[in-house]
């Protein structure tokens, strides 16, 4: 059972930065990693793909956070990170962990909450103008 606890979100003003962290736990190491973020507004259930990772350190991005957010995995910590620079206000969201066999599918989509494996419990991120 993998189990997944993200942390580093907080309110930051436009241009400014942010690293998300999540903990992970369980067996993931056939699994893509990744980030994912709900936009007030969104469906409750939706959240959109924004970066993705696998486990040979392949990265894939939506095209919306390309050069601004970058998707790293430390597996001897068992931790993923999304750091994240420029910040606008239309990242304000609240991002998700995930792992699931098909998540590099969704990057730069929507996907309903209950077709990926895992998620975390969320983290806020407010970016103020």
């Known amino acids: 059972q993998v189990q997944l606890a993200e942390s580093g979100g907080g309110s930051v003003q436009a241009g400014g930065s942010l690293r998300l962290s999540c903990e992970v736990s369980?067996?993931?190491?056939?699994?893509?990693m990744g980030w994912f973020r709900h936009i007030e507004g969104m469906s409750a259930d939706d959240r959109e793909g924004v970066a993705v990772i696998d486990s040979t350190g392949a990265t894939y991005y939506a095209d919306s956070v390309k050069g601004r957010f970058t998707i790293s995995q430390d597996m001897n910590k068992n931790a993923l990170y999304l750091q994240i620079v420029n910040l606008k206000p239309e990242d304000t969201a609240t991002y998700y962990c995930?792992?699931?066999?098909?998540?590099?599918?969704?990057?730069?989509?929507?996907?309903?909450?209950?077709?990926?494996?895992?998620w975390g419990q969320g983290t806020l991120v407010t970016v103020s103008s």
């Open positions: 369980g067996y993931t190491s056939r699994y893509y």
């Open positions: 995930a792992a699931d066999p098909n998540l590099r599918l969704w990057v730069g989509h929507n996907i309903a909450r209950p077709a990926v494996y895992a």
